[in-house]
């Protein structure tokens, strides 16, 4: 009798810890967006718990077996009950619909396609051609520091004359130069300026009495109302050679001045970085090993710096050596494509909690340098004409077309627009910067035809 009674103790505390692990994440059918506020419950009864922002839910429940109804209930949308065995085994989100669609309406409706290619308007031009630049989006102004201006144009050759040369640093003189066709020209140019877009107003504005240092292939980030700018190379003055820059300029959106710290471990061309609460990362980039051959030495170290103490610390190596791009979504830093001799085709993420690393995805061809953006759980990827959707919690990856071609931009999406921003254009062997900038509508995106899809629900093995 006693061994019963043992034995039905710890069956009850077996199901009761059992059911304290029963957690989940639901989002939106259509959007596949995440759901808050969702009333999670099972059995009918009225206690449960709710959805957060990021659509996660965590039920404890009690007396329950795996063939009991867990019931999933919110306004405006048609009510969802799954067994407890169901929601344990699922690897996969739980979906609502809205309660004006049928689920075969749902079905349907994600056939029709409105677009063959996703459309755009174009925006005020960038006062001259950028590319390789960094930028932050700060409420609704966007901030562009320095960036890249040189071009390469093969036409027909002759040497340039001392005050032809001279007048080559004027992005304007280069274009027109370049438009004439008549010489073949290498020219190297790196901006010092600080661009601002106001969104509302659709205008761009040079910070007259504010310069940075000409440099490009560097990061831009945000914390506490400064502007930080870092990493990348820096032009001697004959524009001859390369230097890594091994500051950080700190840009006060309030009073407009720079401070400089020289302390940057991490001198890096093409390195991936984000700021984290109140630290900034940087991971990975490449360094110049010989100035002759152009040959290069991809780094996989990882840097923290503590915004508040200023103090450095090395947080160890990535999986890979490699110049890459990143952004940040949720708690994981997702870093995309790449460059480490070939261009590079994988998603992978670093967990800023456990500090670990998981392959995602792999995209459909290579991307040497994406521009990355990001909208609750969907990461935004475009580089030549492609622009790819990959949705974090479902591992979906989709690919749309879209006519604009452009390497090294940047994006970003503010009240459901997406806007690209400047780049680099490859057109009959001439090689310029880019000043057109793109908006899209987020809902033109899932609206348009899907030319490939995939879904990677477990862990892509291969680059």
């Known amino acids: 009798m006693r061994n019963i009674l043992a034995i039905g103790i710890v069956m009850l505390f077996a199901i009761q810890s059992f059911a304290q692990s029963l957690e989940g994440v639901i989002l939106d059918s259509a959007s596949k967006a995440p759901l808050q506020g969702v009333h999670v419950y099972y059995n009918n009864q009225i206690n449960g718990v709710v959805s957060d ?11 329950a077996t795996l063939n009991d109804s867990i019931y999933f209930s919110m306004l405006n949308y048609n009510k969802l009950s799954l067994s407890v065995r169901e929601v344990l085994s699922r690897k996969s989100p ?6 004006s669609e049928s689920l075969d309406e749902v ?15 174009e925006v005020e031009n960038l006062p001259f051609g950028l590319f390789d630049f960094g930028s932050v989006l700060i409420e609704d102004k966007i901030y562009v520091v320095s960036g890249n201006t040189s071009l390469e144009s093969h036409g027909f050759a002759r040497k340039l004359s001392a005050e032809e040369a001279q007048n080559m640093a004027e992005p304007d003189n280069i274009m027109k130069a370049l438009s004439q066709n008549t010489f073949s020209i290498n020219h190297k140019e790196y901006s010092s300026v600080l661009l601002i877009y106001d969104i509302k107003d659709n205008k761009w504005t040079k910070e007259d009495h504010t310069n940075f240092s000409r440099r490009a292939m560097h990061q831009a980030g945000n914390y506490e109302g400064k502007i930080y700018s870092f990493g990348g190379k820096t032009l001697s003055r004959n524009r001859r050679y390369e230097y890594l820059d091994n500051t950080i300029e700190i840009y006060n959106i309030a ?14 061309v ?9 630290s900034l990362v940087i991971m990975g980039g490449s360094v110049k090993k010989d100035a002759k051959t152009e040959d290069k030495e991809y780094s996989n170290k990882i840097h923290l710096q503590n915004l508040k103490t200023g103090l450095w610390y090395d947080l160890g190596n990535m999986p890979e050596s490699k110049e890459t791009q990143g952004i940040l979504v949720h708690q994981k830093f997702y870093m995309v494509g790449g460059y480490n001799g070939q261009v590079l085709k994988g998603i992978e993420s670093y967990d800023v909690k456990t500090r670990k690393w998981k392959r995602e995805a792999l995209l459909f061809e290579e991307m040497a340098q994406p521009a990355l953006a990001t909208k609750n759980n969907l990461l ?5 004409g492609k622009l790819c959707t990959f949705n974090v919690i479902t591992k979906e990856l989709k690919e749309y077309a879209i006519s604009i071609n452009r390497f090294a931009p940047t994006m970003h999406i503010y009240d459901h627009q997406l806007y690209i921003i400047g780049g680099l254009n490859d057109y009959n062997h001439n090689l310029t910067p880019q000043n057109g900038v793109f908006k899209i509508n987020l809902n033109d995106i899932e609206n348009s035809e899907v030319k490939r899809s995939e879904n990677f629900g477990g862990i892509a093995n291969a680059n």
């Open 107 to 121: 079905s349907i409706s994600s056939n029709k396609k409105n677009f063959k290619s996703v459309p755009f308007t």
């Open 270 to 278: 093409n390195a991936a970085s984000f700021i984290y609460k109140n």
């Open 53 to 63: 922002s990021e659509g996660k839910f965590s039920i404890n429940y009690e007396e």
């Open 94 to 99: 739980i979906l609502m619909v809205e309660a």
């Open 380 to 384: 935004y990827i475009y580089e030549n």
């Open 255 to 268: 009073n407009k001045e720079i401070s400089i710290d020289e302390t940057n471990p991490h001198m890096a």
